[in-house]
C-alpha cells in the first residue's frame, strides 16, 4: 500500500510539472513541395487566447525572436531565413524595449525553404522556439522539437542539383560576438578578425611550464569526505536507524555471550561491511558513468528537475504524507540471507539489511551527497564521501559494542525520533529548492531568481522555528509538555537564518549561502550592485575585443549549477579589489559549460579518437577547457594573451582574496613585459 502511494505521488507530480511547463504556443509542422527540386517546411502556429507571440525579425536588443534550428539537415540544404508568411505582425511600439516590435495573435505561419538534393537519405530534425507572452507575464522560449524522413518527402518532389555538404571535422564556427554588460541588455559586436585556429590550439604544456596552479583536488577529496562524515551522523539520529543500534549491539552480545572479544570482532566486522556496502556504491557509479558523465548529470536541466521532484517526495514522506518504504520482499530476503548463513557472509547480509531497511531516511542524504560529489570534477569524489558517510554510520555499532554498558545511556526510543524526520523533511524541501534552481538558470527560465528563492527559504526556516516551539504538529507527533533545551536552541538557530536572510532580498551578499544561492544577477531589487560592470560570453568576441583595447584577457570557465562558481562570485570576484583589477586591467570572459542554448549548427569534432558532436552553447565551451586547457572542472580561471596563450598559472576555487588578487597580477606582469 505504501509503495502504491508513493507511486501515485509522483505520477500527480508529473502531471503537475507537465502542466505547469505547458506552453501556450502549439505547434503542428509540414513539407510542402514547391518545385525545381524546393520544398518549404512549414510551422504552423496556434496562440492561447490573450497571448501574442513574437515576429521572426526582431531588432537587436529586444525580445527572443520566432527562431529555428537544424539539428540534422541530410540530403538538403536549407536556402534564405526563416520566415513569417500570410498575415502580417501588428508591430507597436514596445515602451519596454524602446523600439517598433512585430506580434501575432491567434496564429501564425512561418516557412523555411529548403533544397532537396537526395531524396533516399532525406533527414531533417530541429526545433523552434518562440516566446509567448500576456499583459502580465511571459513564457520561456522552450523548443518544439520536429523530424522527417525521406518517406514524409511529397511525392511530387524532384531532386535539385546537389551542393558540396561540410565534411566531417569542420572547424568550429564562432557564435555571434556578443558582449554583455552587467544588466544583461546591453550588446556590442565586434568585428576585428579572429584566427580561431591559433586561439583554440592547445595550451597544456605552457600551462604546465608555468606549474600547476592552485590545484586544490585534494582539499576537495577532504572536503567531500568531511561533508559524508557529516551527513553520516546526521543519518544516525533518523527513525530508520537509531532503534537498530541497541538491537544490533545487543544480538551481538547475545550470540556471543561467553566472549566479549567475539562480540567485538563480530561488531567491528560489521562496521567494516557497512563501510565496504557503501564505498562499493561510490565506485560502482563513478566506473559506471565517469567523472566528466556524473558533472554532466549534476549540471543537467532534465536530471536536476528529476532530483527536485525526488527530494521533493522523500520531504513529503518525511513530513508524515506518507511513508516510504522499499518493498517488504527485499529486506525478507536479506533476513533470510542471515539465517541461512554463518560468520563474515551472515555479518555482511546484516549490514546490507541495515543499508535497505534505512533506506526512506538515508536515500535523499546520499543522494544529495553524491550530487555534490559530482560537481567537484574529481574522479573519486563519490568514493570519499561514501567513505565519509558509512564510517559516521559504523562508529556507533563498534563502539557500543566495545562498551556495552553504553547501551543504557542512549535515549529510548519515541516521539522525538519523529521530531528528527520533520526536521530532516524541512531541510530536504530546502535542498530540492537548489535542484530546481539550477534547472531554472540552465534553460534560462526566470521562475526561482535569487529573491524568490529567499522568500521560500525565509518562510521554510520560519515556520521550522515554530515547529521546534511546538506550535505546529505533523502526524505522529505527540503533545510537547515543555520545550526542551535543544529544541529551544534549534528554534532560536531556525529564526536567527530565518532572519539573516531578509537583508539578501535587497542584494545583501549572504557569503556564507552565496554557493547555494542563484547568481545576484536573478535577482530584481538590489540597493547596491557589485558585479562586474562588462563581461563577454563568447570567447572569440571576448579575443577580438582584447586585441582592440589592448588588454590581456581573464578567461572564467563556470556553470548556471555549478555551487563554487557561485561562491567565488559573491565572495571573491565582488572584492573591490578584485573587481577593480578586472574591470581597469583586463578583458573579462565568462563561459558557461552548461549552458543550453543551441548552437547556429551542429559541430562534429575529433575527440579521444571519436566524432562528438557539439549541439548547445554549452558543449562548445566544455570542449574548449577540455581541449586547450586539459581540464573539465568549474570554476576554472586562466589570464591569456591576445593569442590566447597563458601568462600565469590556473587558478581554480579559492576563498582567499589575496590570492586571486596575486593570480591577476602575475598575468598582468608578465603581459607587460
Known amino acids: 500500500m505504501n509503495l502504491k502511494r508513493t507511486i501515485t505521488s509522483l505520477f500527480l507530480l508529473f502531471i503537475l510539472f507537465q502542466a505547469f511547463s505547458q506552453n501556450v504556443i502549439s505547434w503542428k509542422f509540414s513539407l510542402q513541395d514547391k518545385g525545381n527540386g524546393e520544398i518549404e517546411l512549414v510551422a504552423d502556429a496556434t496562440i492561447q487566447q490573450g497571448w501574442h507571440m513574437y515576429d521572426s525579425k526582431i531588432p537587436d536588443n529586444g525580445p527572443f525572436p520566432t527562431a529555428l534550428s537544424f539539428d540534422e539537415i541530410k540530403g538538403a540544404e536549407a536556402i534564405g531565413d526563416f520566415h513569417a508568411v500570410g498575415k502580417q505582425a501588428t508591430v507597436k511600439f514596445d515602451d519596454v524595449f524602446g523600439m517598433d516590435i512585430g506580434t501575432f495573435a491567434n496564429s501564425a505561419k512561418f516557412v523555411q525553404r529548403i533544397k532537396v538534393t537526395d531524396k533516399t537519405n532525406f533527414s531533417l530534425a530541429g526545433d523552434v522556439r518562440a516566446q509567448a507572452c500576456d499583459d502580465k507575464s511571459c513564457t520561456p522560449p522552450l523548443p518544439t522539437d520536429f523530424s522527417f524522413a525521406s518517406a514524409d518527402l511529397p511525392k511530387t518532389v524532384t531532386v535539385a542539383s546537389a551542393s558540396k555538404e561540410p565534411e566531417a571535422g569542420t572547424p568550429i564556427v564562432p557564435l555571434e560576438p556578443i558582449a554583455v554588460d552587467s544588466s544583461a541588455t546591453a550588446v556590442a559586436k565586434t568585428s576585428a578578425p579572429v584566427d580561431s585556429d591559433v586561439l583554440w590550439t592547445p595550451v597544456t604544456e605552457e600551462l604546465k611550464a608555468f606549474g600547476a596552479g592552485n590545484d586544490n583536488s585534494e582539499a576537495s577529496l577532504l572536503s567531500i569526505f568531511l561533508k559524508g562524515l557529516l551527513w553520516g551522523f546526521a543519518a544516525l539520529l533518523t527513525p530508520c536507524v537509531w532503534p537498530m543500534i541497541p538491537i544490533t549491539v545487543s544480538f551481538f552480545l547475545n550470540r556471543n555471550k561467553k566472549s566479549r572479544k567475539k562480540a567485538f570482532s563480530d561488531a567491528l566486522i560489521y562496521g567494516l561491511s557497512i563501510v565496504v556496502i557503501y564505498v562499493v556504491l561510490g565506485l560502482l557509479i563513478t566506473t559506471i558513468f565517469g567523472a566528466s558523465a556524473l558533472n554532466t548529470m549534476a549540471t543537467s536541466a532534465v536530471f536536476n528537475l528529476i532530483f527536485f521532484a525526488l527530494l521533493l517526495v522523500f520531504a513529503i514522506s518525511f513530513l508524515g504524507a ?352
Open 322 to 673: 506518507f511513508e516510504m518504504v522499499l518493498p517488504a520482499s527485499w529486506t525478507n530476503k536479506m533476513d533470510s540471507k542471515v539465517d541461512s548463513t554463518t560468520g563474515i557472509i551472515s555479518l555482511f547480509f546484516m549490514a546490507f539489511t541495515l543499508a535497505l531497511v534505512s533506506f526512506s531516511c538515508t536515500g535523499p542524504i546520499i543522494g544529495w551527497l553524491l550530487v555534490d560529489a559530482a560537481t567537484q570534477g574529481n574522479y573519486l569524489a563519490p568514493t570519499f564521501g561514501m567513505l565519509g558517510f558509512a564510517i559516521a554510520l559504523a562508529i556507533p555499532f563498534v563502539l557500543f559494542a566495545i562498551f556495552p554498558t553504553w547501551l543504557k545511556t542512549l535515549p529510548k526510543s519515541g516521539s522525538w525520533l519523529n521530531s528528527v524526520k520533520v526536521v530532516l523533511g524541512f531541510i530536504v524541501l530546502a535542498v530540492s529548492m537548489k535542484f530546481l534552481s539550477v534547472a531554472d538558470l540552465s534553460n534560462g527560465w526566470g521562475i526561482l531568481n535569487r529573491d524568490v528563492f529567499l522568500v521560500v527559504w525565509i518562510v521554510l526556516f520560519a515556520i521550522l522555528g515554530f515547529y521546534l516551539l511546538g506550535k505546529l504538529k505533523f502526524h505522529g507527533d505527540s503533545d510537547i509538555p515543555h520545550v526542551t533545551i535543544p529544541r529551544l536552541f534549534m528554534a532560536i538557530f531556525s529564526f536567527a537564518f530565518a532572519i539573516y536572510m531578509i537583508p539578501g532580498l535587497w542584494g545583501a551578499p549572504l557569503k556564507p549561502i552565496s554557493s547555494i544561492l542563484p547568481p545576484m544577477s536573478t535577482q530584481d531589487f538590489k540597493l547596491m550592485d557589485k558585479s562586474i560592470s562588462q563581461k563577454f560570453n563568447d570567447y572569440e568576441a571576448g579575443m577580438a575585443y582584447a586585441a582592440q583595447t589592448g588588454k590581456p584577457v581573464l578567461l572564467e570557465f563556470g556553470g548556471h549549477g555549478c555551487v563554487n562558481c557561485h561562491k567565488m562570485d559573491a565572495t571573491v570576484l565582488a572584492d573591490d579589489r578584485v573587481k577593480n583589477l578586472i574591470e581597469d586591467e583586463f578583458v573579462f570572459i565568462v563561459l558557461m559549460v552548461d549552458e543550453r542554448a543551441k548552437l547556429p549548427q551542429i559541430i562534429e569534432v575529433e575527440e579521444g579518437g571519436r566524432t562528438s558532436k557539439l549541439k548547445t552553447v554549452g558543449d562548445k565551451w566544455s570542449y574548449l577547457q577540455r581541449h586547450k586547457f586539459g581540464t573539465q572542472s568549474q570554476p576554472y580561471y586562466v589570464v591569456l594573451d591576445h593569442e590566447g596563450k597563458p601568462l600565469s598559472p590556473s587558478h581554480a576555487f579559492d576563498e582567499s582574496v589575496d590570492n586571486y588578487v596575486n593570480f591577476l597580477e602575475t598575468g598582468l606582469r608578465n603581459f607587460k613585459k
